[in-house]
């Protein structure tokens, strides 16, 4: 499992937030990164996902490489074979 977030007025622009979610006796938790201060007023979907081993290296690439375009595409392509298995849509104050 890992945390995804977007802003919703930027359709697809889903971020990876921190790393793979290791359960400790059944609770976890993940800091999780809400825009910028002039993204104030804008509504935010943060979403639990399960990720194959392929998208949790991509992953783990793009957060050790500078985003390239390219990379930024594949990753767009790879966000929508995700498995999201809870969002919550927050506004950011």
Known sequence: MRIISYIQSIPGSWWPQGGAINPQNGFWNVEVWLGFKRDAGKNLS??????????????????????????????????????????VTVTRI
């Open 46 to 87: 943060i979403a639990v996902i399960l990720v194959s081993e392929m998208i949790t290296k991509f992953l783990r690439n793009m957060k050790q490489k500078q985003r390239s375009p390219g990379n930024m595409i594949l990753y767009h392509i790879l966000i929508t074979q995700l498995i999201i298995m809870d969002k």
